[in-house]
């Protein structure tokens, strides 16, 4: 269980924290929930307690975490770009991996999405997942490892300066 003031990952949401607990009556029971303000975007979510395994509510990862991430992004082995799979199906792929528990999952939708961003432009989906896959990454990271999110952005961009053929994303994600 979580406690108030305690910070949590909820998934494709990204980085919050707990406000409190709250209990309403809803159908004759009463059910108790968590509500979560998620730093992003200023968005109160409440969150049924007995809900949080379904949706992967998660505390931060640890620092050990935070490094193996970032080390998984410094790793190119195993990218498999484009070339095997339409533009749907890597959504899909890419939309579920988001919504992931796991770190690791978006990590490796933003190594992919950086690799691809080499070979060729983005679409505008592509982008908003770039940005979606990095803003979850940077936002959960910071805290953990204690650096600015814009700091570890520009880490993780100089692993694929190389192959990078468009300009970097402005520190709010999106292109100047």
């Known amino acids: 269980m979580f406690s108030p ?4 990952v909820y998934p494709a949401q990204g980085v919050g924290r707990i406000e409190r607990l709250e209990q309403q009556q809803i159908g004759g029971q009463t059910v108790e929930f968590y509500i979560i303000r998620i730093f992003t975007n200023n968005v109160t979510v409440m969150l049924p ?5 379904t949706v992967g509510l998660r505390g931060l990862c640890t ?8 080390a998984s992004l410094r790793n190119r082995s195993g990218l498999t770009g484009y ?6 199906r890597r959504y899909r ?11 690791l999952d978006v990590g490796y ?35 953990v490892v204690r650096r600015e999110a814009r700091d570890i952005k520009a880490e993780i961009e ?12 402005s520190a709010e994600g999106q292109n100047p």
């Not at 307690?49 to 395994?53: A, D, E, G, M, S």
């Not at 792929?93 to 770190?103: F, N």
């Not at 100089?158 to 994303?169: C, G, H, M, Q, R």
């Open 158 to 169: 100089s692993y694929y300066a190389d192959v990078l053929i468009k300009e970097p994303l």
């Open 63 to 70: 620092p050990s975490e935070a490094h193996t991430v970032l």
């Open 109 to 143: 939708v933003l190594k992919e999405l950086l690799f691809i961003s080499g070979e060729k432009e983005l679409s505008f989906g592509e982008r908003r997942l770039l940005e979606q896959a990095m803003g979850l990454i940077t936002s959960e990271l910071s805290p």
């Open 5 to 8: 003031e305690q910070f949590v």
């Open 49 to 53: 307690v007995n809900n949080t395994k």
């Open 83 to 88: 070339a095997s799979q339409n533009w749907n």
């Open 93 to 103: 792929e890419y939309s579920e991996r988001l919504k992931s528990p796991s770190l």
